[in-house]
């Protein structure tokens, strides 16, 4: 999978094994394993202080492990240094050096390789200038970091990470410090040019949507471990725990049991996990069936393409729904009315102990 | 011709016209009387007898002797302080280790010492009635009352000029370029010159001269290790102290001209400094 | 614990254990010679000479003059800042370039240009003589060398502060109905005041250990105008050196109460605050 931008860096997998790593008496990361295929591009998906940027360090070398073992292609890389390890790095703040400009940051790594091994001046001018192509931002080449846009500096420092042919690509949360409409416009095309480039990649990210919408598998981590790893459409629709379900997009969460396949809902916390995301709980005004409650509309956002509606349920707890505008105009909700609630998609967490796993 | 600042205050709050008129006009005679009338009273009294006679003081020996040796106690004291103020910064800057707030106040030690008692410290380390002295006489090794002793002394006072101008710069930085350094392949010395060292020149220039300047001019300490051996073991300082009791007063003024002036410079060093850096001012002594 | 984190960042040992060492050998361990020094005097002799009353004269002055002088500062110096910060006028950047002059100047340089202008003859000695005022060789002389060597310290920490106030909070006080008066009484110096006594408490630790700048323009006069490190001289040019190691001493263990005052201050300052 060799191109332009990548001349010949073999595309290798990456493997995890059994990695600890501690801070003081706090456990980053406790016996972590995971498997990357080669030329992946693999998001590690958590809230914040899970691991996931200690993991992602221990990969590049920036940090060491206590025990556990970095493979990359099978072969033990774990005493190497980060400098050895032939890995691009992207900063979540870019670390770009600010002393230099756009086309030397980028040409960092070619021009500190020793001598023997170094491109002449051509072969750096040229390769720079494809990097600055690929992210189009050749007419820059002379400016300064303090001089670009956020979004510029990170194309930089990716093209800065891309040039010393790296056979791993890591990115720290890539698009974290970014406004919201670069990040979309960024996520696209970072997709694009790992499809290009074809480089396995990991990048770190809090963000769901961003997991989710850019990486072909997800390792979803809490507390230090990997709870799940998955494409999108499986850790998704099919989370292996409640923690999962729950930080993967927006849930209500009641209490309850299911019984002979009903499922019943208690009015105080006690029970199994019973989540239900707002889209999977439809309003009606004449309930039909056993399976509704009753509650009453307190709040209505219809701008956007869904209708986000709070409800109070009968106990008094808060509910989010989310439909479409179509179905919205045709309920001719109003605020304050008395509503049914029938719930479409439920997913019941037994509680175990530890983490309530799926019961369905 | 007195007026607020531009977009600092704003007419709701600010002080009435002949109120600040007031608190300008003190100010200025305030600094007029305490700074600017030292610095002139100098250079008056320097060209006192005209400029002939300047310039013939710088004739006397003892006077070039003088010069010399501050020249040569600064050439060896700024450098051992940069190399020192290099190392401490790294070491404190990029590393967490345990005690590193006791290492930076015990950096600080020097400037809360009284400049006698740190020519003290030297006699009583190097002195004939001091530990080592019986040892350095058998020796033959003379290190008070002779230049070492003036070198120690100027090296203590300046000590933690060039670290403390590079310890927040290099705090503040982080590790982060370094370690984009690392990863891209350079070696420890290439990303220490081509990124840490470029990343904080202006904060190392400017620790070079604050300690180069206070290096030049120090009294207390050199006087206390020199035993004012006129041509040999007098800096500049302590040849105007000497001049100045024997009512040579042109000479005196003459040499404090030169270390005048080295002020006056250091202080436009010290404004085009913070005006490429862009910071406010600091208490940096 | 590990004493250090493991980092990738090379050179540790070799610029802590070069840090270390050279802080020992050119400060550590000649500090250390004071105490070596002074455990040759018993504690009675120690008391005896820190206490003589000629050493206690010259605490006395030493102390009340740096006091005077960084009292005077902490008036002078919060006004310079604020107009300095506050005003525009002719001339305000090279004063505010000027304020550093006193760190800059040699200190013996500073001494005989103080003396020169207040002396009998002087630019201003002579004026004030004819008032009946005597500045030079007198304990007056050594408050204005001390108020001159203060100088930029409570400038210089008050600036930044100033430069950083919300104009938000005064307009804030202003539109709550505070007079000017009760907003700098009750807005501005809450806020400028920590930073103000952190400088008073550094020209106040500078003042007590300066030599150059005052020992031209006091009088030197053992028990009036004889300020502590000039006894220290006095007391190592008679090669009493247990003597004048023994008010070293003093003057260190006040230089290090002051410093651990001058962090807490600064701590204070730093911390945030409304």
């Known amino acids: 999978m060799a191109s332009r931008y990548h001349q010949g860096g073999n595309v290798l997998s990456i493997t995890v094994a059994n990695v600890t790593k501690r801070f003081g008496t706090f456990t980053a990361l406790d016996d972590v394993s995971l498997e990357i295929s080669a030329g992946r591009l693999v998001a590690l998906l958590g809230p ?58 980028v040409a960092f790594g070619l021009r500190v390789r020793p001598r023997g091994e170094r491109p002449t001046r051509q072969q750096i001018r040229d390769r720079v200038g494809d990097l600055l192509d690929l992210i189009q931002l050749r007419s820059q080449a002379g400016r300064y970091p303090s001089q670009l846009s956020g979004g510029q500096r990170q194309r930089v420092a990716l093209a800065r990470a891309l040039a010393v042919e790296p056979r791993v690509l890591l990115l720290d949360e890539p698009f974290g410090a970014l406004d919201a409409k670069v990040r979309q416009e960024l996520r696209r095309w970072l997709r694009q040019l790992h499809d290009d480039v074809g480089v396995t990649s990991v990048f770190v990210t809090h963000d769901q949507e961003e997991a989710l919408e850019v990486a072909d598998q997800v390792a979803v981590m809490n507390q230090g471990r990997i709870v799940q790893v998955g494409t999108p459409d499986e850790v998704y629709n099919h989370p292996a725990n ?86 919205f105009r045709d309920l001719a909700l109003n605020k304050g009315e008395e509503v049914y609630i029938i719930p479409r998609d439920l997913a019941i967490f037994e509680a175990t102990h530890g983490d309530f796993t799926p019961s369905r | 011709m007195v007026s607020a600042l531009p977009g600092v205050s704003a007419p709701a709050v600010g002080e009435p016209a002949f109120v600040r008129r007031a608190l300008i006009a003190v100010t200025v005679i305030f600094l007029g009387v305490f700074l600017f009338a030292p610095l002139a009273v100098i250079f008056a009294s320097a060209f006192g007898q ?74 009583l380390l190097f002195g004939a009635q001091g530990v080592l002295g019986p040892w350095l006489t ?55 010159m081509r ?74 060093i010290k404004s085009f400094v913070e005006w490429r850096a862009g910071t406010t001012k600091e208490v940096t002594f | 614990m590990a004493f250090r984190r493991r980092s990738i960042i090379p050179g540790f040992g070799l610029t802590f254990g070069f840090t270390v060492l050279y802080l020992c050998l050119i400060v550590l361990i000649p500090l250390s010679a004071t105490v070596f020094e002074t455990s040759k005097l018993g504690w009675q002799q120690f008391w005896h000479i820190v206490t003589a009353p000629r050493a206690v004269a010259s605490y006395e002055l030493s102390f009340g003059a740096s ?36 760190f800059a100047l040699p200190t013996a ?11 009998q003859n002087g630019w ?44 938000e909070l005064e307009e804030a006080a202003a539109s709550l109905g505070a007079g000017r008066w009760q907003t700098f009484g009750r807005v501005l110096f809450p806020a400028i005041l920590p930073a103000a006594l952190t400088g008073v408490a550094l020209a106040f630790a500078r003042g007590v250990g300066e030599y150059g700048s005052v020992i031209f323009i006091a009088g030197n006069m053992p028990m009036r105008t004889e300020i502590t490190p000039l006894l220290i001289v006095t007391k190592l040019e008679q090669y009493d050196y247990a003597g004048a190691t023994a008010i070293a001493v003093v003057m260190l263990v006040v230089s290090f109460v002051l410093l651990l005052g001058i962090n807490l201050l600064q701590k204070w300052s730093s911390a945030p605050s409304g």
Request: charged share 15%; aromatic share 10%; glycine share 8%.
């Open chain 2, 50 to 123: 005209g400029v002939a006679a300047y310039f013939r003081s710088f004739q006397d020996p003892d006077t070039i002797a003088a010069i010399r040796l501050t020249l040569l106690a600064a050439a060896i004291a700024v450098p051992a302080n940069v190399v020192f103020g290099v190392a401490a910064a790294w070491t404190i800057g990029k590393f967490e280790f345990v005690g590193k707030n006791v290492l930076i106040s015990l950096i600080d030690l020097p400037f809360s010492v009284s400049p006698v008692v740190a020519g003290l410290i030297y006699v």
């Open chain 1, 48 to 105: 914040s202080g899970s691991g996931k940027t200690t993991l992602l360090r221990i990969i590049a070398g920036l940090e060491f492990a206590e025990s556990g073992a970095i493979r990359f292609d099978g072969q033990d890389i774990s005493d190497r240094a980060a400098g050895e390890r032939r890995v691009g790095f992207v900063f979540q703040h870019y670390a770009l050096f600010r002393h230099m400009t756009v086309f030397e940051n």
């Open chain 3, 124 to 167: 201003l000695g002579r004026p004030l003589a004819s008032l009946g005022v005597h500045v030079a060789f007198t304990r007056l002389g050594i408050v204005v060398a001390l108020t001159f060597i203060g100088l930029p310290f409570v400038v210089r920490t008050v600036q930044p502060i100033l430069q950083d106030l919300d104009r």
């Open chain 2, 195 to 268: 990124v840490t060292l470029p990343n904080v020149r202006w904060a190392l220039f400017y620790g070079v001269i604050l300690c180069n300047a206070r290096a030049m001019g120090e009294f207390g300490a050199v006087s206390v290790v020199s035993g004012h051996i006129r041509g040999l073991t007098n800096t500049m300082p302590l040849q105007i102290e000497v001049l100045y009791n024997d009512y040579q007063f042109v000479p005196a003024f003459a040499v404090a001209s030169l270390l005048a002036l080295l002020a006056l410079a250091t202080l436009v």
């Open chain 2, 138 to 192: 058998a020796h033959d090794i003379h290190i008070i009352f002779a230049v070492p002793g003036i070198v120690l002394a100027t090296i203590f006072v300046t000590f933690p000029f060039v670290a403390r101008e590079l310890l927040p710069t290099m705090i503040a930085q982080g590790s982060d370029e370094e370690e984009a350094s690392l990863t891209l392949g350079a070696g420890g010395w290439q990303t220490f």
């Open chain 1, 242 to 327: 409640s923690f999962v379900y729950n930080f993967l997009g927006n849930v209500n969460l009641f209490h309850g049991r299911v019984d002979n396949g009903m499922t019943y809902i208690n009015q105080d916390a006690t029970g199994d996990l019973i989540f239900a995301r707002p889209h999977a709980l439809e309003i009606t005004r004449n309930a039909n069936g056993p399976n509704h409650f009753r509650a009453t509309t307190k709040h209505i956002n219809a701008a956007g393409p869904l209708v986000k509606i709070e409800v109070i349920t009968e106990w008094g707890a808060p509910v989010h729904i989310e439909m479409a505008q179509e179905r």
């Open chain 3, 109 to 119: 340089v500073a001494g005989i240009a103080l003396t020169t202008i207040y002396a």
């Open chain 3, 67 to 102: 006091l005077t002088g960084a009292l005077i500062n902490f008036v002078f110096g919060i006004l310079v800042a604020w107009v300095l910060v506050r005003y525009a006028f002719p001339a305000r950047r090279i004063l505010d370039s000027l304020v550093d002059l006193p």
